[in-house]
């Protein structure tokens, strides 16, 4: 079993900065990949950003390529999003997902998520 627990999230003004933190229970952080998807208002849940378990390897959406950047520190259990530049259309809760073996795009190959937290983006 994996718990995660999203913090960070909050209203910001675009071109603002914001850093999300996952932490995850469990001592098997490391056997996952970890994914930040998002739900806007009236939209589906979709990907944004997803880093392998060891951290060398990553990937992001195109509309926040450039602008945000996923990371992890294994020894805190704990994936981070890094969000600069931000604007409203990035207002969503964001949530982290823990997939084992890997990442990936879908939702649904997901094992594990957390609650979400809301990010605001005011223009």
């Known amino acids: 079993q994996v718990q995660l627990v999203e913090s960070g999230g909050g209203l910001v003004q675009a071109g603002d900065s914001l850093r999300l933190a996952c932490a995850a229970s469990g001592r098997t952080f490391m056997s996952y990949g970890m994914g930040w998807f998002r739900q806007g208002p009236g939209k589906e849940r979709e990907f944004v950003a997803g880093?392998?378990?060891?951290?060398?390897?990553?990937s992001y959406a195109e509309s926040v390529k450039g602008r945000f950047t996923i990371s992890r520190d294994n020894a805190k259990n704990t994936v981070y999003l890094q969000m600069n530049s931000l604007k409203p259309e990035d207002t969503a809760v964001y949530y982290c997902?823990?997939?084992?073996?890997?990442?990936?795009?879908?939702?649904?190959?997901?094992?594990?998520w957390g609650q979400g937290t809301q990010v605001t983006v005011s223009s």
């Open positions: 880093i392998w378990w060891s951290g060398d390897t990553t």
């Open positions: 997902a823990a997939k084992y073996g890997g990442w990936a795009p879908s939702s649904y190959e997901y094992d594990y």
